[in-house]
């Protein structure tokens, strides 16, 4: 797993062992961001169920001014600092925070700093719902910026979204993998 693109560009990083975290193709990591493009820069990120951290630190790589990464696992919250550790060169200092939660309680302490994000991406375990009351919260506690997106990588065969007042706008399959951009 590398990073593709931007300041940490070729930067190769560690993705915990096992089934415990599935990581994002670089196949779909480049489409995602190809799809974001510019809109990467000066925004405020967020990447909910982190895993090894490799999809927020391509957006900073990308030019993201401040990245949140939200990881409940001690072990893979480990691994993200291993992996900011080894990019530190490439990225600015304190343009990241790292959070020990699970994503619902990350979501309060999030509203309670007042942050709100330009682009939030998702990729909770696949087959466990998580998805649905993250969403619910980020529409009630106005996570999301007035024009900020939504990126859900969820498995090809799971039902689609309950949007909470959000709506699909992109739709894209790559193998086992469905990605939706929701405003």
């Known amino acids: 797993m590398r990073v593709v693109s931007g300041f940490a560009r070729g930067h190769k990083l560690i993705c915990p062992e096992g089934?415990?975290?599935?990581?994002?193709?670089?196949?779909?990591?480049?489409?995602?961001?190809?799809?974001?493009?510019?809109?990467?820069?000066?925004?405020?990120?967020l990447d909910m169920f982190s895993g090894s951290g490799a999809i927020g630190i391509e957006a900073m790589s990308r030019g993201a001014a401040h990245t949140v990464f939200v990881e409940e696992c001690l072990a893979h919250a480990d691994i993200i600092k291993r992996n900011l550790a080894h990019v530190s060169k490439a990225i600015p200092e304190g343009s990241y925070k790292l959070f020990r939660e699970n994503?619902?309680?990350?979501?309060?302490?999030?509203?309670?700093?007042?942050?709100?994000?330009?682009?939030?991406?998702?990729?909770?375990?696949?087959?466990?719902?998580?998805?649905e009351p993250v969403l619910r919260d980020i529409y009630e506690m106005k996570l999301l910026s007035a024009s900020g997106i939504i990126?859900?990588?969820?498995?090809?065969?799971?039902?689609?979204?309950?949007?909470?007042?959000?709506?699909?706008?992109?739709?894209?399959?790559?193998?086992?993998?469905?990605?939706?951009?929701?405003?």
């Open 151 to 183: 990126v859900l990588e969820m498995g090809k065969d799971e039902k689609e979204p309950d949007l909470f007042h959000f709506n699909i706008i992109k739709r894209k399959v790559y193998g086992t993998t469905v990605v939706y951009y929701i405003k």
């Open 103 to 131: 994503a619902l309680d990350a979501l309060r302490i999030l509203k309670s700093l007042n942050l709100c994000f330009d682009i939030i991406f998702l990729d909770p375990p696949y087959k466990t719902g998580l998805w």
């Open 19 to 45: 089934d415990s975290v599935r990581p994002t193709s670089d196949r779909v990591k480049e489409a995602v961001f190809s799809t974001l493009g510019l809109g990467v820069q000066d925004s405020h990120f």
